[in-house]
């Protein structure tokens, strides 16, 4: 089993940036891919991104692209997602994920999970 402890979340104002880190323990492994998704109040969970092993071409949803950056760093075994330009739309609670293999863009797909990190995002 893989453990993902999120962390970085918290309360910013609109236009604000944050930066969030997952961190994987346990039997990490190599090849595998993660993801950021988010759950905002009353609504589905969403993808936000993910990013293969390689680490190249991440995936971000429209809705944040150009705000929104994932990276990784494998010899920390951690993932990252940096938001900028934070907007009101955008607070929810954010999970990571993993998976063996190439990114998807569904939850479904993912077998690890974190426990969320809150982002608060205030007028």
């Known amino acids: 089993q893989v453990q993902l402890v999120e962390s970085g979340g918290g309360l910013v104002q609109a236009g604000g940036s944050l930066k969030l880190s997952c961190a994987a323990s346990g039997r990490t492994f190599s090849g595998y891919a993660m993801a950021w998704f988010r759950q905002g109040p009353g609504k589905e969970r969403e993808f936000v991104g993910a990013i293969r092993w390689s680490g190249l071409t991440p995936y971000i949803r429209d809705s944040v692209k150009g705000r929104f950056t994932i990276s990784r760093d494998n010899a920390k075994n951690t993932m990252y997602l940096q938001m900028n330009s934070l907007k009101l739309e955008d607070m929810a609670i954010y999970y990571c994920?993993?998976?063996?293999?190439?990114?998807?863009?569904?939850?479904?797909?993912?077998?690890?999970w974190g426990q969320g990190t809150q982002v608060t995002v205030s007028s």
């Open positions: 994920a993993a998976r063996m293999g190439n990114v998807a863009s569904s939850a479904a797909e993912y077998l690890y």
